[in-house]
């Protein structure tokens, strides 16, 4: 199994920076593909980015593109969300996922394809 857990939230002004932080533990997770999704008031679970099993790939929504980098150091289990350009629609209570399948895996945005879920972390974009 695989257990997550974010880390770096917080309250910042609109065009500062943030990262979260991602640890995982237990035997497979550095071999899955990883996502980050973010969940704002009212609204659904929205895809954010994610990062290959082996960290040789990224792929971001739009609306984070050129803004937000995903990277992975697997020695340390860990899975990083740099944050920059902040916008207060960035709210949201941001979560980590691991891919339901291990290894090599399309690119997937949707929430059904990733079996594990962090407990989530806030971030907060306001002046």
């Known amino acids: 199994q695989v257990q997550l857990a974010e880390s770096g939230g917080g309250l910042v002004q609109p065009g500062a920076s943030l990262r979260l932080s991602c640890a995982a533990s237990g035997r497979t997770a550095s071999s899955r593909r990883m996502a980050w999704f973010r969940q704002a008031p009212g609204k659904e679970r929205e895809f954010v980015g994610t990062?290959?099993?082996?960290?040789?790939?990224?792929y971001y929504s739009d609306s984070v593109t050129g803004r937000f980098t995903i990277s992975r150091d697997s020695a340390k289990n860990t899975v990083l969300l740099q944050m920059t350009t902040l916008k207060p629609e960035d709210t949201a209570v941001y979560y980590c996922?691991?891919?339901?399948?291990?290894?090599?895996?399309?690119?997937?945005?949707?929430?059904?394809?990733?079996?594990?879920w962090g407990q989530g972390t806030q971030v907060t974009v306001s002046s």
């Open positions: 990062i290959s099993w082996n960290g040789g790939s990224t």
């Open positions: 996922a691991a891919a339901a399948v291990l290894g090599p895996t399309a690119i997937s945005t949707t929430t059904d394809r990733y079996a594990y």
